[in-house]
């Protein structure tokens, strides 16, 4: 035998489950919701000569994607510039690129020429110079960004 009883609470229950689904949205902080509509997560300005974009990214989206960076350093051998080999990017052609990081939340690709790859260090004889900050986590976002491959 089943009681009536507590069916006599569900449409009590349902109507206090909405309510507080539809104030949830209240409780979000103005200035966060403010800043977040102001500030497009990503803004590409292309290059009209070399058609390479400057990426500016938001703070919220550089914390969302989890980028990281390494440096460029010179070569012990002098024969050019090491790079982490997690810094590299292969466009559909083949060509070897990389995203340096020239200034805050801005990003950039730049094209490299690998002469050697070892224990997972490359080495280039054309690309960024010693000292530059490069993209090691991230890159392949930037790319999709930058020729907007997510539409």
């Known amino acids: 035998m089943t009681s009536k009883r507590p069916l006599r609470y569900r449409p009590m229950a349902a109507a206090a489950c909405a309510a507080l689904l539809f104030a949830l949205p209240a409780c979000a902080q103005p200035s966060a919701l403010a800043e977040s509509a102001a500030e497009a997560p990503a803004k590409?300005?292309?290059n009209a000569t070399t058609g390479i974009a400057r990426i500016t990214l938001s703070q919220r989206a550089i914390d969302r994607l989890q980028l990281l960076t390494d440096t460029a350093k010179p070569d012990?051998?002098?024969s050019g510039v090491l790079l982490p080999y997690a810094a590299l990017l292969y466009d559909a052609q083949g060509k070897t690129w990389v995203y340096i990081n020239p200034?805050?939340?801005v990003y950039e690709r730049q094209s490299v020429t690998v002469t050697k790859?070892?224990?997972?260090?490359?080495?280039a004889s054309a690309g960024p110079a010693a000292g530059t900050v490069l993209v090691t986590v991230g890159a392949a976002e930037l790319f999709g960004a930058e020729f907007n491959t997510g539409k």
Do not use: C, F, H, N
């Not at 790859?117 to 080495?123: D, P």
């Open 44 to 46: 590409v300005e292309k």
């Open 76 to 78: 012990p051998g002098g």
């Open 103 to 105: 200034e805050p939340r």
């Open 117 to 123: 790859v070892e224990a997972g260090a490359v080495t």
